[in-house]
């Protein structure tokens, strides 16, 4: 049997998990005082994903930059080939909030979108 210990990052409570694991598979989960301690336990072990920040460049805008993510969590391992995506992008003002700037960045299926608002000069 495996046993992995974790900080649940589901809630401000910060609680210290235990995931005791068989085989790849989840037996138990304990330490988390919400249920969102389980949940994100076992998606933490089985299948990691995270949410991208950064910012790219923008032309004619009253930012140089402006700050984006991915709209949904996508898988752990392609983080670094979404940053990689996004190196030689530059878009053009005007951006609003949710603007899509790369769509199904690396075949994962998720956007990346804009999180600020820039303006023309």
Avoid: F, W
């Avoid at 974790?6 to 694991?21: A, N, S």
């Avoid at 249920?35 to 923008?58: C, L, M």
């Avoid at 769509?103 to 994962?108: A, G, H, I, L, W």
């Amino acid at each position: 049997m495996e046993t992995k210990h974790l900080t649940c990052i589901g809630c401000p409570m910060g609680c210290q998990l235990t995931v005791k694991m068989k085989n790849k598979e989840v037996i138990e989960v304990t330490g988390n005082t919400c249920k969102k301690g389980d949940i994100y336990a076992r998606k933490e072990v089985t299948n990691p994903t995270r949410i991208v920040t950064t910012s790219v460049p923008v032309n004619g805008g009253d930012l140089p930059m402006v700050s984006c993510k991915t709209k949904e969590d996508i898988p752990k391992d392609k983080i670094y080939d979404v940053i990689k995506s996004l190196e030689n992008v530059c878009i053009d003002a005007p951006v609003s909030i949710g603007d899509i700037i790369i769509s199904n960045v690396c075949d994962t299926g998720v956007d990346i979108v804009a999180t600020k608002n820039v303006c023309v000069k």
